[in-house]
């Protein structure tokens, strides 16, 4: 008599095949269901980004006797650049575009190369009080920049630094975020390759610019853009510290302007868009070098 045995992982392949299939198959629901929750959320901020965008444009084609006509609709009975020529023709907005690009530039490198130095210095230097130092810059994340208004103010006015380039470019150099991100960038970057330049002589300050710096290419790039774009759009303290009208940025000049028109609403949506237009352009342009250097921040972890 012969006695057939069966393996138990022979009996239950067929049943644990189906199980990974049918835990696969979830797997795939569920995240083709997040993918579409996602695409959702996205859709839903580009349509709140881009709708009102679209209705400055709509806005600023129509004539301003259109603009108050009730009720309101996107349709364009006689589409006209007239807001956009008399604001280029009545006010000095090439002035103050090279005024804010003046500003906006010096404020971008001077702020990245203070806060890679300062992170350079907090990441690969051994000092007592280091922590200490580290943690202040976190707190200066924490305080708002309208605090520093008066004794900024009193400070520039002191030195005799009001109505020049100085006042508005010097305070927004020091940037307690960008110290951060640049710190988070060299903290993952291989401590071998210091040690291999310091056995060849190299001092600190070459290894920071000759080694360090050429890697954070991705870094330098996103805060040079943040911080471009946040000094081209900063409009409290250039108002505060310049009144000479040869001397304005492109906020403070449309801020001077804009009370006078009224309700002429196709004039002061053609401002605002006169005002952003280079903003979007260097959005366009650099794009991918702002994702790269987000990425590459190590704030993901």
């Known amino acids: 008599m012969t006695i057939t045995t069966t393996s138990p992982d022979a009996t239950t392949a067929p049943g644990r095949q189906r199980e990974?299939?049918?835990?696969?198959?979830?797997?795939?629901?569920?995240?083709?269901?997040f993918n579409r929750v996602c695409f959702g959320v996205l859709l839903a901020f580009a349509l709140i980004w881009l709708v009102p965008?679209?209705?400055?444009?709509?806005?600023?084609?129509?004539?301003?006797?259109?603009?108050?006509?009730?009720?309101?609709?996107?349709?364009?009975?006689?589409?006209?650049?007239?807001?956009?020529?008399r604001m280029l023709q009545n006010t000095d907005i090439p002035s103050w575009y090279l005024a804010s690009f003046i500003c906006s530039t010096l404020v971008a490198t001077g702020t990245v190369l203070a806060a890679s130095m300062a992170a350079f210095a907090l990441s690969r230097l051994r000092f007592r009080g280091r922590n200490l130092v580290f943690w202040l810059v976190l707190v200066g994340i924490m305080i708002p920049q309208e605090v520093?208004?008066?004794?900024l103010f009193r400070e520039f006015d002191t030195f005799g630094l009001l109505n020049t380039y100085w006042a508005v470019i010097l305070p927004q150099v020091p940037t307690a975020i960008a110290v951060f991100i640049f710190k988070q960038f060299f903290d993952g970057l291989p401590?071998?390759?210091?040690?291999?330049?310091?056995?060849?002589?190299?001092?600190?300050?070459?290894?920071?610019?000759?080694?360090l710096l050429p890697l954070s290419r991705p870094v330098v790039a996103a805060v040079s853009i943040f911080t471009f774009v946040w000094s081209w759009n900063n409009l409290?303290?250039?108002?505060?510290?310049?009144?000479?009208?040869?001397?304005?940025?492109?906020?403070?000049?449309?801020?001077?302007?804009?009370?006078?028109?009224?309700?002429?609403y196709a004039d002061l949506m053609a401002s605002a868009l006169l005002g952003g237009l280079p903003l979007i352009i260097l959005f366009l342009l650099f794009q991918r070098k702002i994702v790269e250097?987000?990425?590459?921040?190590?704030?993901?972890?």
């Open 20 to 33: 990974r299939a049918a835990g696969g198959a979830s797997y795939d629901s569920r995240t083709k269901v």
């Open 53 to 85: 965008l679209a209705w400055a444009v709509d806005t600023a084609l129509k004539p301003n006797a259109e603009t108050t006509k009730a009720p309101l609709t996107w349709a364009i009975d006689d589409p006209t650049f007239g807001a956009f020529s």
């Open 293 to 301: 250097g987000i990425a590459g921040t190590g704030l993901k972890g």
């Open 148 to 151: 520093l208004i008066v004794p």
């Open 236 to 264: 409290l303290w250039p108002l505060l510290v310049v009144t000479n009208p040869d001397l304005m940025t492109i906020p403070v000049g449309l801020a001077s302007v804009q009370g006078s028109y009224g309700i002429m």
């Open 191 to 211: 401590k071998e390759l210091e040690d291999a330049a310091r056995v060849d002589g190299a001092s600190f300050l070459r290894i920071y610019w000759s080694i």
